[in-house]
């Protein structure tokens, strides 16, 4: 199960810890906590603002405040955990301090960054497990730096299985395998560390990743298969719609990896996109849950092999994009155009949203976000090459998604354009790859709003918990 900063956030949310552990009594149980709400900003803005000490002192005050304050309130003064919680923060500040003048001295390398910001998690967690024991669980304390082994890549980094697996063999399989114990381990989310020791993190929202990485590892190494992952949220799991476009707010219960890996791509940062990686290829099931609702029965959201190829899932959106066209009379049969284009995007660190080009091969269409466009714009005519033949012209639109193994189908892709056309909101480019369960629809900002809610409307039977109205 993994906890986020708003499941540790006062005296009741400890106390719903202590309520989901009873809960789920019979289930040998591993726990990955996220930093406290707010505190991986402020860690790496403090790493930022080293040659400020007036910033760094308040930030370093502010951040031992939150916690101190979390400490206060859930153990009893003068108990042993409330002493060993104390001297931890004051431990991990002052090597917090000593990192932070290593930045000063030698610029903030992308290593400091992901050290500065474990501490969050580091500090968490810690916190957790001395209060598991204080309500007389057992349970461990194990930091992620000790049990993850990734590759270098600092702020994005990528697990070894291998070398994990042979940690999490020594550390977590006897206790967790041995029927007369019934431990909790609390693990850090978001860190890892490399082959030479050196901390790194899996990227922000990384601590989904953390426990999708173990419930893989458990499950190649460990005798027992039957595992799940549990994602505490303060939602109740994927929606298929953004409730500010549609009020009530839908949620999908059930769906697949790939549709999952769609929506998560595109929607609302429910879920860290990388996670499911890790347990595609096992089936390991993957739960969304609320944590204010913890006995929910029924709505909340299920990722695992099974779902209902007769719907879509979700409605998604790219409000801020700009489409580029780039055209020519003589684009057919010369070779080398697109990987130009590309090229030029990738060395200007440009993401691409959307791509389109019919076999005419006059002009190729592909949309960027945010302010990607300006720049993709000036880094386009800036180079020889698009300068003579090609014409280039770009426009503000949004893009909708809309995601499930029923896009598939003729029928819907039917359904769709006619609803649109009822609105008279223009497509001005699609998009699907094959095989792939999401179809992108390019529309003019202004036609956005009334495209989502007409197919919704039409197509409300096509979702799992629509209620449609005539
Ligand atoms: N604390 C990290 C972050 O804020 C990781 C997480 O919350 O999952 O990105
Ligand atoms: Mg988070």
Not at 89 to 118: K, Q, T, W
Not at 129 to 143: H, R
Not at 393 to 411: C, R
Request: one cysteine or more.
């Amino acid at each position: 199960m993994k906890f986020g900063g708003s499941c540790l956030k006062d005296a009741d949310a400890f106390e719903k810890i202590v309520q989901i552990t009873k809960i789920y009594k019979n289930a040998k149980k591993i726990y990955v906590a996220s930093a406290f709400k707010g505190i991986t900003d402020m860690l790496l803005n403090t790493a930022k603002s080293v040659n400020d000490n007036k910033d760094i002192n308040r930030n370093i005050t502010l951040i031992e405040k939150k916690h101190l304050d979390i400490i206060e309130e859930i153990f009893q003064q003068d108990t042993d955990h409330y002493d060993r919680c104390k001297e931890w923060v004051d431990a991990r500040l002052s090597e917090l301090e000593d990192g932070l003048s290593d930045i000063e001295e030698f610029g903030l390398e992308p290593y400091y960054r992901d050290y500065v910001s474990s501490f969050g998690e580091r500090l968490s967690t810690y916190i957790l497990n001395q209060y598991l024991q204080s309500k007389g669980f057992e349970s461990v304390f194990i930091s992620a730096n000790n049990l993850i082994i990734t590759d270098d890549k600092f702020n994005n980094a990528y697990p070894h299985y291998d070398l994990t697996n042979a940690r999490v063999k020594r550390q977590i399989i006897p206790l967790i395998e041995n029927p007369k114990k019934d431990t909790i381990f609390c693990i850090t989310g978001f860190i890892g560390r490399n082959k030479i020791g050196y901390i790194t993190t899996l990227g922000r929202g990384g601590s989904d990743y953390t426990a999708t990485i173990i419930a893989r590892s458990i499950y190649d190494i460990g005798s027992d298969k039957d595992i799940r992952v549990i994602l505490w949220k303060d939602v109740d799991g994927l929606l298929a719609i953004n409730p500010k476009y549609v009020p009530e707010s839908i949620l999908i219960r059930n769906l697949d990896y790939e549709e999952a890996k769609q929506i998560a791509n595109f929607g609302a940062k429910v879920l860290h996109p990388k996670c499911l990686e890790a347990i595609e290829k096992r089936n390991i099931p993957l739960e969304i849950r609320n944590f204010d609702n913890p006995l929910e029965k029924e709505n909340y959201t299920t990722i695992s092999e099974i779902t209902n190829k007769q719907q879509i899932k979700g409605i998604s959106t790219i409000e801020d994009a700009t489409i580029i066209t780039i055209t020519s009379g003589s684009m057919v049969d010369v070779p080398g155009v697109l990987a130009k284009i590309f090229q030029i995007m990738g060395k200007n660190n440009i993401s691409v949203s959307f791509v389109a080009q019919s076999s005419s091969e006059i002009s190729t269409s592909f949309v960027v976000k945010g302010n990607d466009g300006e720049k993709a714009i000036e880094a386009l005519k800036k180079e020889n090459f698009f300068s003579e033949f090609y014409e280039i012209t770009w426009e503000k639109v949004s893009i909708i998604n809309i995601t499930g193994l029923k896009i598939l189908d003729n029928t819907t892709k039917a359904e769709i354009f006619s609803a649109l056309a009822k609105k008279d909101v223009k497509v001005k480019a699609i998009s699907q790859s094959k095989d792939e369960f999401n179809l992108s629809l390019v529309v003019d900002r202004d036609h956005l709003l009334d495209g989502i809610m007409i197919i919704h409307e039409d197509l409300c039977a096509d979702f799992e918990m629509f209620e449609c109205v005539d």
